[in-house]
């Protein structure tokens, strides 16, 4: 055996957690990018941006045509597709209204519920216990939600109904190719999405400084953090991608603190970390 073999697969999944943090980190710097843009062209024209200019970048990568389609698999991806669209555009319009982290707190109850409901083992039970104990210092259900506004929880809950859709009916196409079967999802969602973006922003993105910026939001939250997310998963175990992963809430707080300057109270901080652990609790399996 020589050196390089020794060293490889202890440097591997180090690799490969980096690589995982780092889609993570461009995933929510890319919105907290987007946010900063959705006073001059709007949430949908942003949303526009993210989805139709990815569609593009893995449609040239990925070339799916070259596979063709059955009427079903056609189907299950327009679904699936207009699932993903609605829920960026949900999503984005809960963060113009609150903080990125408690926002994505709340989605994250889409993927939550369907773990719960898809195992009855003790330890969910304390899931949902801790979840349900973060999303009540969260949701405008009690005294203390000065600083909430409750139409921005009301997207967040609909993006976290559309991020359950989500994984539903990536069930259904998940057997095609990765690549093809994410590329013709954009497309698809590109196809409703992009023209409501036109609609509400008009010529306004065409205008070449905005576009650039639409690009750098695509690339950072759509195409780069795919690919990382590929690369990582060559190496990583489905549970180490699972608790990576459900540090998203806490990541999404801490960029919007860096990059917006949206300070949390103590309270919402322990209740982001409430539902982060909830969502490393179920990713234990």
């Not at 060559?234 to 860096?258: D, K």
Request: glycine share 8%; charged share 10%.
């Amino acid at each position: 055996m020589t050196q390089e073999e020794k060293v490889l697969p202890a440097a591997s999944p180090w690799l490969a957690g980096m690589a995982l943090l780092c889609s993570q980190l461009s995933l929510n710097i890319g919105a907290a990018v987007a946010k900063h843009l959705f006073p001059r062209i709007g949430v949908e024209g942003v949303t526009a941006y993210r989805v139709g200019i990815a569609a593009a970048l893995m449609l040239l990568v990925f070339r799916p045509w070259r596979t063709p389609l059955t009427r079903k698999q056609a189907l299950n991806l327009a679904i699936y597709g207009s699932v993903i669209g609605l829920m960026n555009l949900l999503i984005y319009r809960a963060f113009a209204h609150i903080p990125l982290g408690i926002a994505v707190a709340i989605e994250v109850a889409g993927p939550l519920t369907v773990a719960v409901l898809s195992s009855h083992r003790p330890r969910d039970f304390v899931a949902v216990c801790l979840a349900v104990a973060g999303l009540y210092y969260l949701l405008p259900i009690h005294g203390h939600v000065d600083q909430l506004d409750p139409v921005g929880v009301a997207y967040a809950a609909g993006a976290a109904v559309c991020w359950a859709l989500y994984i539903v009916f990536g069930k259904r196409v998940s057997l095609m190719p990765g690549g093809q079967t994410v590329a013709w999802a954009m497309l698809a969602a590109s196809l409703f999405i992009v023209p409501i973006g036109v609609w509400h922003a008009g010529e306004v993105l065409l205008t070449p400084s905005y576009l650039l910026i639409g690009l750098a939001i695509a690339v950072m939250s759509s195409a780069l953090p795919y690919t990382l997310e590929m690369f990582s998963m060559r190496t990583l175990s489905s549970r180490t991608f699972s608790m990576f992963s459900s540090a998203a809430p806490a990541l999404s707080a801490l960029a919007g603190m860096a990059v917006l300057g949206e300070h949390l109270s103590l309270a919402q901080w322990l209740a982001i970390s409430a539902i982060v652990a909830a969502s490393a609790l179920t990713s234990l399996r």
